[in-house]
């Protein structure tokens, strides 16, 4: 058995289920199945191939189809069955509860209708209900264990950063240098992927745009696209060589312990356009700006407009970052 793997602290787990409860019952939500990877690792410390059934009422169970040795060494939760197929998740939630719920949460956000229409069947007398809203609003909170990890990727994405610094070199192109520095945040933890809760939109961790690539529209929700490797995956590091004296944009995604941290950091070797260098002191000022403002309380929304005006003050308005709501 794996034994050297980070566990989440059964604290932590029984604090998220009564985070949850108290929201399923100020919703009138009877129960809550929950189906999607990050979803089930949060509420029971494993994501194995498994599924989480919450009831107010009750213990939590964690159905488990593969593989149930390693769920069962990861997670705290005391009800754990294996299952040779998700049909028998009802009959189990009867023997254990002498009956379905009438409500049961499900995160529509992230559930396909087909997986949907199918859960509907094995539970036929159960009207679901989006829960989605309850999970997130759970998660938005983060405990001290969760900030410290989080304080440990942000560690990890410092070091690649600096490994970044020291090895960037003209004449490599976009996609071999953001190999060589996602290669070297692998050896640190690093998951190797971002997760999202979009069926539309990829998470990937090395995003680097040289020069006239940083400027390069594209499908990507975000100001800065790029090339991509191809025309099916059209965004992220191309094939362009790396040059002296252009800005060089890396945007790294961290993934360690499954808490994500995304920085992004302006390089140059040599010097850059005094155009660009002048863009990337106006972003600077901006963010100082808006982080002196970041307090509890604060509406985000605020904190954008303001930065929309600053970006209208230096003359950035056309080309900031004014997505639409």
Do not use: W
């Not at 240098?177 to 640190?188: D, I, S, W």
Request: proline fraction near 5%; hydrophobic fraction near 35%; glycine fraction near 8%.
């Amino acid at each position: 058995m794996i034994t050297n793997l980070q566990k989440t602290p059964e604290q932590e787990i029984t604090d998220r289920i009564f985070c949850l409860k108290q929201k399923m019952e100020s919703q009138n939500i009877e129960a809550v199945f929950l189906t999607h990877k990050p979803d089930i690792f949060y509420f029971s410390g494993t994501a194995q191939d498994c599924y989480v059934y919450i009831s107010l009422e009750h213990e939590p169970a964690l159905f488990v189809k593969r593989y149930y040795p390693r769920a069962k060494q990861e997670s705290c939760l005391k009800n754990i069955f294996q299952i040779d197929s998700i049909k028998s998740i009802p009959g189990k939630i009867k023997n254990l509860h002498q009956k379905l719920p009438k409500t049961c949460g499900i995160a529509f956000n992230v559930v396909p209708v087909r997986d949907f229409n199918f859960y509907q069947t094995l539970f036929h007398s159960t009207d679901f209900t989006d829960c989605a809203y309850i999970i997130n609003e759970c998660r938005q909170i983060k405990s001290g264990y969760e900030i410290d990890q989080i304080k440990k990727a942000g560690i990890l994405s410092e070091k690649t950063f600096a490994y970044i610094k020291e090895h960037i070199r003209p004449g490599i192109s976009e996609m071999e240098f953001a190999g060589e520095f996602e290669t070297f945040a692998r050896r640190l933890g690093h998951s190797g992927i971002l997760l999202n809760r979009h069926y539309r939109a990829d998470g990937f961790p090395f995003h680097l745009l040289s020069g006239e690539n940083g400027g390069l529209p594209g499908s990507l929700d975000s100001p800065c696209c790029g090339t991509g490797t191809s025309i099916t995956h059209p965004y992220g590091a191309g094939t362009k060589i790396l040059q002296r004296d252009e800005p060089i944009l890396i945007d790294f995604g961290t993934v360690l312990n499954g808490y994500h941290m995304d920085e992004t950091r302006m390089f140059a070797m040599g010097s850059m356009e005094q155009d660009a260098l002048d863009v990337s002191k106006a972003s600077l000022e901006i963010l100082y700006s808006i982080l002196s403002l970041m307090k509890p309380g604060i509406v985000m929304g605020d904190i954008f407009d303001h930065s929309l005006q600053l970006a209208k003050n230096l003359d950035m308005k056309s080309s900031f970052s004014d997505f639409p709501t």
